[in-house]
């Protein structure tokens, strides 16, 4: 699986936006980026994930580079609940569950404030 | 909606010691997997399974068995548990389709003294 990197921590103010990024350089043109989030003493769930172009859903959106070496998962506007640690995975369209499976980084520490 | 449920949610084992592990998921994945969360880590992949009966090894295997005998459970063992197992261990499911959502249960934080 190809490799991400995304910076170890992150501070927010309630209310405002938090731009997350992610770097992917390695990607190939099958491979989906994926968002996961957990929140403390929880397991991940999943957040929104695209291919090319740019996503949203009610949880946050999704901006994918032209060249799709990078991608930033925005969050309009950060509750006390979004403190989480927020994962970027890419997955590889192969069939099966392999290739369902998650490959799981160190994630980015959201923290968010008052 | 359960979702994903695993039990116990806690345990403490001494060295030497077995257990196992349940999973069950209400929602008939054919997909289901089992992952472990050292500290300040992300999530491993353990095995998984693509339906009722079949198992396949995932990144770090060695001292853990499964088995799917019921669509809906999956469960994980530990033979003879040692220090190096102490994680939290998660559990999730996903449909039968390329790049679906995995759905996770709220973990078993397993201490091994």
């Known amino acids: 699986d190809a490799k991400t990197t995304q910076p170890n921590s992150m501070e927010s103010n309630e209310e405002e936006p938090v731009h997350l990024p992610c770097n992917h350089s390695?990607?190939?043109?099958?491979?989906?980026i994926h968002w996961y989030r957990q929140l403390p003493s929880q397991g991940p769930e999943y957040v929104i994930h695209?291919?090319?172009s740019n996503v949203n859903n009610r949880m946050a959106s999704l901006a994918i580079a032209e060249d799709r070496k990078s991608s930033t998962l925005i969050l309009h506007r950060a509750t006390l609940r979004d403190a989480a640690v927020y994962y970027c995975?890419?997955?590889?369209?192969?069939?099966?569950?392999?290739?369902?499976?998650?490959?799981f980084g160190g994630g980015t520490r959201v923290l968010v404030k008052p | 909606n359960a979702g994903v449920t695993q039990t116990p949610k806690f345990r403490v084992l001494k060295t030497g010691q077995s257990m196992t592990l349940l999973c069950a998921q209400d929602?008939?994945?054919?997909?289901m997997y089992w992952y472990r969360q050292d500290p300040g880590m992300g999530l491993r992949l353990i095995h998984y399974?693509?339906?009722?009966?079949?198992?396949a090894k995932g990144e770090v295997p060695d001292g853990y068995n499964v088995s799917r005998l019921k669509k809906q459970n999956f469960l994980l063992g530990l033979e003879s548990a040692a220090p190096s197992q102490t994680s939290v261990y998660f559990c999730a499911s996903s449909i039968r389709r390329e790049n679906t959502e995995a759905f996770f249960g709220q973990g078993t934080r397993l201490t091994v003294v």
């Open positions: 399974s693509v339906g009722e009966g079949t198992t």
């Open positions: 929602m008939n994945h054919e997909y």
């Open positions: 390695t990607i190939s043109g099958t491979d989906y």
């Open positions: 695209g291919l090319t």
């Open positions: 995975i890419l997955r590889a369209l192969t069939s099966g569950a392999a290739g369902n499976k998650l490959t």
